[in-house]
């Protein structure tokens, strides 16, 4: 069964922390995506890679930077977590290169800034 | 640039009710695909269709029938019998030819089975 795996469920940070959110996939894929939910403003893309050391800016990348050492992981990094910030997160991977491939979303990181 | 509208924010109905989803789309790019994801409760977006461009096919999988009109840009997603495990938010995302694999996603919409 593939899978998307999301470190942590939850997550409660004070402002001011750097924040490390960690995805891994096991299906060998070559993107990866870290999307931020918020009601009423669907899946907004912050940050994607396409390879390893590979990364290209979403929507919304202010405030956050992503590191990708190995095709399996990526990883999100608040460097300077703000109550704005507050947020559910969410990480997904796919097939590279056709546009006829799904994504794989893991179960989703809450992080509550205080 | 790519858009996806899911205009119908929250939907409420009784169990055993019909309900239909709507999804509207922009891009100009000829070679898209389109897409269908339920969040239940439990947080997790689980994929439940793929469409392309150039297969204008209605599509019947059990109780979910999906209707892809590029006349209207819509790919509506309509639950027959709705049932209480049935609740979720759904989402309605677009790739295209010239944008790689980035999905764009509508804002999704809530859709309540009352038993």
């Known amino acids: 069964d593939v899978k998307v795996t999301q470190s942590s469920r939850y997550l409660v940070k004070r402002t001011g922390e750097k924040v490390f959110l960690e995805c891994v996939q096991d299906?060998?894929?070559?993107?990866m995506f870290w999307y931020r939910q918020d009601p009423g403003l669907g899946l907004r893309l912050i940050y994607f890679s396409y390879d390893v050391k590979m990364k290209e800016k979403g929507d919304i990348p202010e405030g956050y930077s992503v590191s990708r050492e190995k095709k399996e992981r990526f990883s999100l990094i608040l460097e300077s977590a703000s109550t704005n910030q507050t947020s559910m997160y969410l990480c997904?991977?796919?097939?590279?290169?056709?546009?006829?491939?799904?994504?794989?979303f893991g179960q989703g990181t809450r992080l509550t800034v205080v | 640039a790519q858009k996806v509208t899911q205009a119908q924010t929250e939907i409420s109905v009784v169990e055993k009710e019909d309900v239909t989803l709507d999804c509207v789309y922009e891009?100009?790019?000829?070679?898209?695909?389109l897409f269908w994801y339920k969040q239940p409760p439990s947080g997790e977006l689980v994929f439940l269709i793929r469409?392309?461009?150039?297969?204008?096919q209605n599509e019947i999988s059990g109780r979910y029938s999906w209707n892809f009109q590029k006349s209207t840009s819509s790919f509506n997603f309509t639950i027959t019998a709705s049932q209480v495990v049935d609740s979720a938010v759904y989402f309605c995302?677009?790739?295209?030819?010239?944008?790689?694999?980035?999905?764009?996603f509508g804002t999704g919409t809530s859709l309540t089975v009352i038993p």
């Open positions: 997904a991977s796919s097939l590279p290169g056709t546009v006829n491939t799904e994504a794989f």
């Open positions: 469409r392309n461009s150039f297969d204008e």
């Open positions: 891009t100009r790019d000829t070679t898209y695909y």
């Open positions: 299906m060998d894929h070559e993107n």
């Open positions: 995302a677009l790739t295209t030819s010239n944008t790689g694999n980035q999905f764009y």
